[in-house]
């Protein structure tokens, strides 16, 4: 699992125009079953998003969709993380694979 942390750079007006855009860029891995869940910071000074890849090149493609990547709205750090405890109910989406074919 990877942690995808987002700060964002420019006036939060410049960021709310591109914000249709990134929903929609959201949505899309959502339904790819790639992003986990994702949220505001609070104070709003950037964003998370949990994502399920096979590797950290995969997320950087990934990553380069976003258009707070594209318009430089924000900086990204990615963290790789090994899940060795969550609840029960998360067991049949974090027991899935994603090959670089289904991102």
Known sequence: ???????Y???LEELD????EHVN??????????FVASGRK???TG??????ADSVEAVEK????????KHKLAEFKITQFLTSKYHPALKDLLGQTFSKQDI
């Open 62 to 69: 990934i990553i380069a969709e976003d258009p707070f990547h």
């Open 47 to 52: 964003g998370v998003i949990l994502a399920l």
């Open 1 to 7: 699992m990877f942690i995808i942390d987002l700060n």
């Open 9 to 11: 750079i420019v006036p």
């Open 25 to 34: 860029y959201l949505d899309k891995y959502y339904k790819k079953n790639v």
């Open 17 to 20: 125009s591109h914000m249709t």
């Open 42 to 44: 609070i104070p709003r």
